[in-house]
């Protein structure tokens, strides 16, 4: 049996006949026969073959798993770190981390984790804001106004209070 690595590691076996070859070169990647011998059948299209211990040279049947879709081998993938919910998990609604009581869905619809409600909540440098906090002027003039503006940004003077004006000679 003619063998052969590929530039990105993984063996490719010649075998001409084989119905999941490529039509080229007559050569078929090593694991999808295997995977293959083993079904009795050919792979079909979008079933992808993963390697459980990452090894491209580890050929052997008990290292070999068949995945059905590119979504399903991309979860075979997943790290225990990952922030992705796996396939079939429920999605409970959960509260806005930032306390303003705002409910959603805790994995959006690709799986990720969310912890804060839409529209800025826990963006990096933004916090949620209060528009019924008052705070004085910092100019001295007394005036009393909201602490945030409407896009969340902290305020310090009355508009217009910034530029004190110069004393005239």
């Known amino acids: 049996m003619r063998k052969r ?3 990105h590691g993984y063996i490719e076996v010649y075998a001409p006949n084989h119905p999941n070859r490529h039509k080229s070169t007559g050569f078929i990647y090593e ?21 459980k211990d990452q090894n491209r040279k580890n050929n052997k049947l008990s290292n070999l798993v068949l995945a059905g879709s590119i979504a399903a081998h991309k979860v075979l993938h997943r790290s225990n770190h990952s922030k992705l919910c796996l ?4 999605n409970p609604i959960v509260s806005c981390a930032c306390g303003c009581g705002k409910e959603f869905l805790k994995y959006d619809s690709i799986g990720r984790e969310r912890k ?6 826990g963006r990096k440098g933004k916090h949620y804001f209060d528009l ?3 705070i004085k ?8 106004f909201a602490k945030f503006d409407k896009w969340g940004r902290i305020r310090r003077f009355i508009s217009g209070h910034n530029n004190p004006r110069k004393e005239k000679k």
Not at 32 to 48: A, F, T
């Open 132 to 134: 019924t906090v008052k």
């Open 116 to 121: 804060y409600a839409r529209g800025g909540h």
């Open 31 to 51: 694991h999808r026969l295997v995977m293959s011998n083993h079904l009795g059948r050919s792979l079909r299209k979008g079933e992808i073959v993963h390697h």
């Open 137 to 144: 002027c910092a100019c001295g003039c007394g005036g009393v």
């Open 87 to 90: 396939p079939e998990t429920p």
């Open 5 to 7: 690595k590929t530039s």
